[in-house]
């Protein structure tokens, strides 16, 4: 059985920057990212919002999948992700209580 893959967008406040990742347990990636810890690039500039994602058949496919969208033009990241999301929201915005967020950082720091 071939595990399931995820790729998905993060933004800011703002949707200034989009951030491409590839993960095989997205509730768990997203966890670390609003605890500003899943990457350094994301870290940096506060992505934090889930924009977009897809859910793909085996984990060689999503980072495939991955690496096609990275070559993309910005502007065709961002209509991809208004398909799904017209109002850009963070749809991870009620996966996490505060706590849990806080809990996260101290665990992982």
């Known amino acids: 059985m071939q595990k399931i893959g995820f790729i998905y967008f993060l933004s800011n406040?703002?949707?200034?920057?989009v951030y491409i990742g590839v993960t095989s347990n997205l509730e768990k990636r997203?966890?670390?990212h609003k605890a500003?810890?899943?990457s350094q690039f994301a870290a940096r500039y506060n992505l934090t919002e889930l924009i977009y994602y897809e859910?793909?058949?085996g984990m060689m496919?999503?980072?495939?999948r991955e690496k096609?969208?990275?070559r993309w033009h910005k502007e065709w990241k961002w209509n991809l992700a208004k398909e799904e999301?017209?109002?850009?929201?963070d749809i991870a915005s009620d996966w996490f209580k505060?706590?849990?967020?806080?809990?996260?950082?101290?665990?992982l720091k």
């Open 13 to 17: 406040k703002n949707r200034t920057v």
């Open 30 to 32: 997203m966890l670390r």
């Open 36 to 38: 500003g810890l899943g």
């Open 55 to 57: 859910r793909i058949p």
């Open 61 to 64: 496919n999503a980072i495939l």
């Open 68 to 70: 096609q969208l990275k």
């Open 85 to 89: 999301n017209p109002e850009l929201e």
């Open 98 to 107: 505060e706590e849990e967020i806080e809990e996260c950082k101290r665990m």
